[in-house]
């Protein structure tokens, strides 16, 4: 089993930052972490993903603004959002993926834009 644990979120104003942090353990080796987003109504959307050895690919709407990073030595992804709109509004969660193919989700973390 894997546990995923996200943190960082709250409330920011437009064009303000911050930082999500999704810590990964168990005994299984994740390869991909990725991190999601739903707002009310919506679907879970991707936002960026990173693999193992720091490949990085990102959703049109946050290219630019977001970036993910990935500390392996201390099993955390993290999630750098800067320039943050209202639009960005959501429930983040990360999903991790192992070798294998399975995945397992955190429990979110709720970031709200507003000023």
């Known amino acids: 089993q894997v546990q995923l644990v996200e943190s960082g979120g709250g409330l920011v104003q437009p064009g303000g930052s911050l930082r999500l942090s999704c810590v990964a353990s168990?005994?299984?080796?994740?390869?991909?972490i990725g991190w999601y987003r739903q707002a009310p109504g919506k679907e879970r959307d991707l936002v960026a993903a990173i693999s193992r050895g720091g490949i990085a690919n990102y959703a049109d709407s946050v290219k630019g603004r977001f970036t993910i990073s990935r500390d392996n030595a201390k099993n955390t992804v993290y999630l750098q959002m800067n320039s943050v709109r209202p639009e960005d509004t959501a429930v983040y969660y990360c999903?991790?993926?192992?070798?294998?193919?399975?995945?397992?989700w955190g429990q979110g973390t709720q970031v709200t834009v507003s000023s």
């Open positions: 999903k991790g993926s192992t070798a294998r193919g399975y995945e397992y």
């Open positions: 168990g005994r299984f080796s994740i390869s991909v």
